[in-house]
């Protein structure tokens, strides 16, 4: 059977699938629409100010809208994040102090957190150099939270519990909000004044609920991921208790500033159009992981998470086993892709990665990770993880090629 016959086998094989998650956009895309209208959002909110940002409508309008979609009491929306670990760190910047400590409760972080705590790196100012303790618990020897050991891990000194919702670049099973919800209920059963903060990056629309609609206090991610809805040409956001949110934001401005100035750049209008478009792009990156997973099953590669199974986050991670392949799949990505064909991805080291990393990227906005783009590390066990796809036939196209380039590498 060659490629486009697998690919159209898949494809019947997903149809239950895919209108399923075409009414879980329709959800979403309502919850979107009536935060807008609950805000009376007009075409006046699309002009922006200059300088200092002060009074700018458009942007606090939006801000009141984000936090209602994503069910907190308030968020500040800023193309001054560079990327979701710059919004990541203000928030655990702004609200852990010296002598309080932080506890991963998903196992290890993300690679580029890992410099932000301390676990890398010296003379950056990293949390541990301010005096910040950090612990993690580790996942199950099946790849899964250890529930009884978190049960009695929350202590009296541990000001923030980080819950980190997608899997990275790590093997497990990205986290549901029901997931969330029960870490959130045990951890504040142990101790109610932690704040419970979840890393959202790649995980926004892709269930009908949010973290802090489930109790989690503080939330944060990237705009050029799934918020953005692949239009949006930078930043980031932190939502939830407006409390917290104020601390984040005087982290990336300054204390006494916070959330009250930043100019937008004129960038209000895509930063509006974006969150209005992001559950339907959200929803294509979903069909398009539901069909390479299945794909790359039936070829016998490893995947996660498995056909049919219900969605994390917008990647797919495939286990090829061997860093030929691994170049091989992210060189045919990248000769599928709008921009850059004609490249061809090499592995490089990559800021704040531990490991050199191939990219196939070839999108729009740099570096966005809700259009379709493909990388992995260079480490054993060479997995390749697949993000994004504004629409899924693009996914399909490209995987055509993949199937056919990874065959021939021995």
């Known amino acids: 059977m060659n490629s486009v016959e697998q690919l159209r086998q898949a494809e019947q094989a997903l149809l239950e ?130 529930w009884q050991t978190l049960s009695h891990s929350v202590a009296e000194k541990t000001r923030l519990v980080l819950i980190q919702r997608s899997c990275g670049y790590s093997w497990r099973r990205s986290l549901s909000i029901t997931d969330i919800e029960k870490i959130v209920h045990l951890v504040k059963q142990q101790n109610p004044n932690t704040v419970c903060f979840v890393d959202n990056c790649y995980g926004e629309f892709i269930e009908t609920r949010e973290p802090t ?54 960038q209000n209008r895509l930063l509006f159009q974006g969150l209005f478009l992001a559950p339907q792009m959200v929803g294509e990156a979903m069909k398009g992981t539901h069909l390479t997973g299945y794909v790359f099953d039936k070829l016998g590669y490893p995947v996660n998470p498995p056909p049919f199974a219900p969605r994390g986050d917008v990647i797919q991670a495939i286990k090829l086993g061997s860093a030929a392949k691994l170049i091989a799949f992210c060189k045919a990505i990248q000769q599928h892709s709008p921009v850059g064909s004609y490249l061809d991805p090499i592995p490089d080291d990559v800021p704040g990665y531990e490991s050199q990393v191939v990219m196939a990227g070839g999108t729009f906005i740099e570096g966005s990770t809700l259009e379709f783009s493909a990388d992995g590390p260079l480490r054993q066990p060479y997995v390749v993880y697949c993000q994004g796809g504004t629409h899924w036939t693009h996914v399909s196209i490209a995987l055509e090629a993949a199937i056919t380039s990874v065959a021939m590498v021995s």
């Open 17 to 146: 699938i895919f209108s399923g998650i075409d009414a879980q956009v329709k959800h979403n895309l309502k919850r979107v629409l009536n935060a807008f209208s609950h805000h009376r959002v007009g075409a006046h909110h699309f002009a922006g100010v200059s300088g200092y940002g002060h009074d700018d409508l458009g942007r606090q309008t939006l801000d009141q809208v984000f936090a209602k979609v994503m069910g907190a009491e308030a968020a500040a929306v800023r193309v001054q994040f560079v990327s979701g670990t710059h919004a990541i760190a203000c928030a655990l910047f702004g609200v852990l102090r010296p002598g309080d400590e932080m506890l991963a409760v998903v196992g290890s972080p993300y690679d580029t957190l890992e410099e932000v705590i301390g676990l890398r790196g010296k003379g950056q100012g990293s949390l541990i150099e301010f005096g910040i303790n950090y612990r993690q618990l580790e996942l199950t020897s099946q790849g899964s939270i250890d």
């Open 213 to 266: 609609d489930v109790g989690a206090d503080l939330i944060a991610g990237s705009l050029i991921k799934n918020p953005g809805g692949t239009i949006v040409t930078a930043g980031g956001y932190v939502a939830g208790r407006a409390d917290l949110v104020e601390a984040a934001a005087c982290r990336l401005t300054a204390p006494g500033i916070g959330s009250y100035g930043g100019a937008t750049f004129d």
